[in-house]
């Protein structure tokens, strides 16, 4: 039985008819206890709002006693936030011919292209890659 089929008198009625009185009652005592802790739950959350809506107010207050508006406060805090720029792609300083034949570039950074680490190995030095 659902949580749902709970909810349907219909339901309840014609699950109830096999069961006896005194589990009834147990399963009604388990629920309004059930009820009870879920309303203790409710009161604490709608507590903690109303605390935190007070404090909103008194630092609302506060900040307007000393003549500084909410707009301003939001406004130096964002623009202390730096936002990620994209660099620009570097320009190519080295050039080769691959395996294919075909013209390749490297800026010089990252990983050293194959074709350029035989050539280093075999005595040439980057300059001979210059484009």
Same mark, same amino acid.
């Given at each position: 039985?659902?949580?749902?089929?709970?909810?349907?008198?219909? /339901?309840?009625?014609? =699950?109830?008819?096999?069961?006896?009185?005194?589990?009834?009652?147990?399963?009604? %005592? @388990?629920?309004? $206890? !059930?009820?009870?802790?879920?309303?203790?739950?409710?009161?604490?959350?709608?507590?903690?709002?109303?605390?935190?809506?007070?404090?909103?107010?008194?630092?609302?207050?506060?900040?307007?006693?000393?003549?500084?508006?909410?707009?301003?406060? /939001?406004?130096?805090? =964002?623009?202390?936030?730096?936002?990620?720029?994209?660099?620009?792609?570097?320009? %190519? @300083?080295?050039? $080769? !011919?691959?395996?294919?034949?075909?013209?390749?570039?490297?800026?010089?950074?990252?990983?050293?292209?194959?074709?350029?680490?035989?050539?280093?190995?075999?005595?040439?030095?980057?300059?001979?890659?210059?484009?």
């Amino acid at each position: 039985m659902s949580l749902i089929s709970l909810n349907n008198t219909r /339901t309840l009625r014609a =699950q109830a008819r096999d069961i006896e009185i005194d589990i009834l009652e147990e399963i009604l %005592a @388990k629920l309004r $206890f !059930i009820v009870k802790e879920k309303q203790g739950e409710q009161e604490k959350l709608e507590e903690q709002q109303r605390e935190k809506k007070a404090m909103i107010e008194k630092y609302r207050d506060i900040l307007a006693s000393e003549g500084i508006s909410i707009d301003e406060l /939001t406004t130096l805090s =964002q623009s202390g936030i730096k936002t990620k720029t994209k660099r620009h792609p570097r320009p %190519a @300083k080295y050039s $080769f !011919i691959d395996d294919k034949g075909q013209k390749k570039y490297w800026t010089g950074q990252g990983r050293t292209p194959i074709i350029i680490s035989r050539g280093l190995d075999s005595g040439k030095s980057l300059d001979d890659f210059l484009i």
